[in-house]
Nanobody, 119 residues
Framework: QVQLVESGGGSVQIGGSLNLTCAASARLECMAWWRQSPGKEREAVAAIWRGGVKTYYDDALKGRATISQDNAKNSMYLQLNTLQPEDTAMYYC???????????????WGQGTQVIVSA
């Protein structure tokens, strides 16, 4: 069983930045960030394949987020910039083997870290 632990969430003002971290107990080929806002379905927002061979971004975050991975630490990061109220959500770290992309259903999930963006 792979353990995923997120950190780095918090409350920020509009236009602010946050850097989310996911610490994994093992290395998997595909790691991703998903988010879920109140009343909405969970959605993938960014994914990374084999440490950065390929990255994927949802249009909602494209240009404002950077996903990265440190294989030596089994950690993954999501740098969020120019945050907007619509970015308010619980952000989840996710991982899976073999396939990757925003439509690849994760096999493992973290517990989430809350991001709140307000004026």
């Amino acid at each position: 069983q792979v353990q995923l632990v997120e950190s780095g969430g918090g409350s920020v003002q509009i236009g602010g930045s946050l850097n989310l971290t996911c610490a994994a107990s093992a290395r998997l080929e595909c790691m991703a960030w998903w988010r879920q806002s109140p009343g909405k379905e969970r959605e993938a927002v960014a994914a990374i394949w084999r440490g950065g061979v390929k990255t994927y971004y949802d249009d909602a975050l494209k240009g404002r987020a950077t996903i990265s991975q440190d294989n030596a630490k089994n950690s993954m990061y999501l740098q969020l910039n120019t945050l907007q109220p619509e970015d308010t959500a619980m952000y989840y770290c996710a991982a899976r083997k073999f396939a990757c992309g925003l439509h690849a259903q994760p096999q493992y999930w973290g517990q989430g870290t809350q991001v709140i963006v307000s004026a």
